[in-house]
Structures are given as structure tokens and as C-alpha cells.
């Protein structure tokens, strides 16, 4: 609510879903006018950074699922990134 996300009524998927906590993070990051960079970093280091790379290592390891296999790599990828863009921005 500090940053003007809130559930919407009647959602009943947890606040921690990875799908919920990136849609958070692109209303952040497409708002940067209204949320600061410093803001959009402290969300990704409180909300996603601390298990996201587990999650996608997860996602690889998974033997039956072929098709998630697949996102935890691009997840990988794409964290990484964003945490090497986070790091080269403080």
C-alpha cells in the first residue's frame, strides 16, 4: 500500500506469487516519475531477491515440467540481469 499497489477484491493468489511481484515491478519501473529508482531496488531486494534465484533453480531441476524448465533458465537470466542492473545504478 506504501507505494499505491494494493490487492485488488477478490484476488486469492498469495502477495509472494512470482507473477504478482513482477507485475508489481513493472508498474514500478513504468512509473519511475512517481517511484524512484532507489524505491523500485528496495522492492525487488525485499520481495523478489532474496529466494528468486532458488525459485529458478527450482524451476530447472523440475523433471516433469518440461515447459517450466525453460522459464527457470530465462528466469535466471533475467534476474541476473536485473540484479547486475540494480548493482551498476546505486
Known amino acids: 500500500a506504501q507505494l499505491g499497489i494494493e490487492r485488488q477484491e477478490g484476488v486469492t493468489e498469495s502477495e509472494d ?3 504478482s511481484l513482477c507485475d508489481a515491478m513493472a508498474i514500478l519501473i513504468r512509473n519511475p516519475d512517481e517511484i524512484s529508482f532507489t524505491r523500485q531496488k528496495a522492492f525487488y531486494n525485499d520481495h523478489l531477491q532474496p529466494w528468486v ?3 529458478c533453480n527450482d524451476l530447472q531441476a523440475a523433471r516433469c515440467a518440461r515447459f517450466y524448465r ?3 533458465f530465462f528466469g535466471e537470466a533475467f534476474f541476473s540481469f536485473e540484479e547486475q542492473l540494480f548493482s551498476m545504478q546505486t
Open 53 to 55: 534465484g532458488r525459485f
Open 70 to 72: 525453460s522459464v527457470g
Open 17 to 19: 506469487h512470482i507473477a
